[in-house]
C-alpha cells in the first residue's frame, strides 16, 4: 500500500483513537480463514511485558477475533465491557489483548462488499462509549472504505498488467520484424531496426506493452527477450549490413544486457535509447556503454525532434546516429522550424561525425526535401516496410524512387 494511503489510515486510526478515547484503533482485513491487521495505532507499543501487543502484520483465525465476531453477528458493535458478555469474556483474545472495552464497525466498498473492520479498544471497561461515538467511527470507516477502493482499483489495473506481460514472456508470443534503414542517396538498404510485435489473446501495440511492462517491473525482462531474438536473426544478416535494437536506460546498465550482446559482432549492433525513456543517471550509462562503443557498437537517440528528453539524450550522451521523429518528417513540407530543426540536427553530426536518420518516410515528397536538407539515410513505408524476414532487398526497385 502507497505511504500516501498508509499515513492517511495512520491518521484516523489516531484521531479516533484520541477522539473516542481507546487505548489501541486498527483496521483489519477479512481473508479466507483469518483477520489480518494492516494498521494499528497503539502508542504503548509492546514496552508493557504483562498483556500482548497487536502489531500490523499480525492475522488471527476468524473465531478468536472481535472483527469476525462482530461482523458475523456474535457480538454487538458497541461492548463498554467485555466481561459484562459471555461470549467476549471466554474468548482467549480478551485476556491476550487485555480488551475491556470494543467498537468495532464494517469498512464496506462501493460494490458492496466487506473489506474488514475498522475497530478500537480500550484495557479498563468504558461507559462512556454510546451510539455517537459508533456514528464517528461509521465516518471514518466509510472514508478508509474510499481509499479502499481506489488501492484496489489500482492493484486489480496492476495485476491485468502484470499477467498480460507474463503471458506475453511465458508463452514465447514476442515476434521480431526487421523494418530496412536506407541510404536515400544511393538508395541502398544499410541496416533494419528490430520492432517488436505481440500476438495472441490481449495482444496490444507494442509501446503499451512496454509501458505496461515497465509499470510492473518487468521492462528489463521484456526488452531483454526482444533482444535476443532480434540477435538471433543476424547470421541472416549480409555481412556489411548492421542490425539496431532498442533498450531503455534501465536494460542497457544491466549486466544481462551487455552479456546478451557480447556474444554477437558489436560494430553490427546500434543501440537505440528512445526519445521516453528516463535516464537517471547520465554517467552510469555511459560507463556501461562505453566498453561496447570501443569495440564497434553505435548509439542511437530516437524520436529526436519529439520533446526535450532527447535533446538532452543528444548532448549528454554524444549518439552516433540522431534518429529524426517521423512526426518532423512528415511536417517538413509545411513547417519552416521543423526543416530548420533537421539542418541544425545535420549540421551538429557533421561535427559530431554522427549521422542523421529520418523516420516515418511515406512520400516521395518528404525523401526529396530530405535530400535537400542533408539527411542521409532513412526508414518508413516509401522505402520498406517491417517484415518477419531479412530479405535480399531489391536495389534496383529502390533507384526507382530517386
Known sequence: MGTGKSDLFASALAVVREHLGLDVTYISEITER???????????????????????GDKLAHKQTYCHNVSIGNLPELICDTQAIPFSRELSVTKNLN?????????????????????????????????????????????????????????????????????????????????????????????????????????????????EADDVGCLAELELSAIEKALSAMPRLEPHRFLSVNASPSTIVSEDFLQLVSHYPLQRIVVEVTEHAQVVCYEELKTALAPLRRQGTRLAVDDAGAGYASMRHILQLHPDIIKLDMSITRDLDSCASHRALVRALVSFTQETRGHVVAEGIEKDSELAILRELGVHKGQGYLLGRPSMQLPDLPESDLRLRA
Open 34 to 56: 483469518h483477520m489480518v491487521y494492516h494498521h494499528v495505532c497503539d502508542p504503548a507499543g509492546r514496552d508493557d511485558q504483562d498483556n500482548a501487543r497487536l502489531s500490523a
Open 99 to 211: 480488551i475491556a472495552s470494543h467498537i468495532g464497525v464494517p469498512i464496506q466498498l462501493k460494490d458492496g462488499r466487506v473489506y474488514g473492520m475498522m475497530c478500537g479498544f480500550s484495557h479498563t471497561p468504558n461507559k462512556t462509549l454510546n451510539e455517537r461515538d459508533l456514528a464517528t467511527m461509521r465516518i471514518f470507516a466509510n472514508l478508509v472504505g474510499e481509499h479502499l477502493d481506489e488501492k484496489i482499483r489500482t492493484e486489480a489495473i496492476i495485476e491485468t498488467k502484470r499477467r498480460r506481460v507474463r503471458d506475453v514472456l511465458d508463452s514465447g508470443s514476442l515476434e521480431v520484424v526487421f523494418q530496412p534503414i536506407v541510404n536515400i542517396t544511393s538508395m541502398q538498404t544499410v541496416g533494419y531496426e528490430a520492432l517488436s510485435r505481440f500476438s495472441g489473446p490481449g495482444a496490444c501495440p507494442p509501446d503499451i506493452l512496454f509501458a
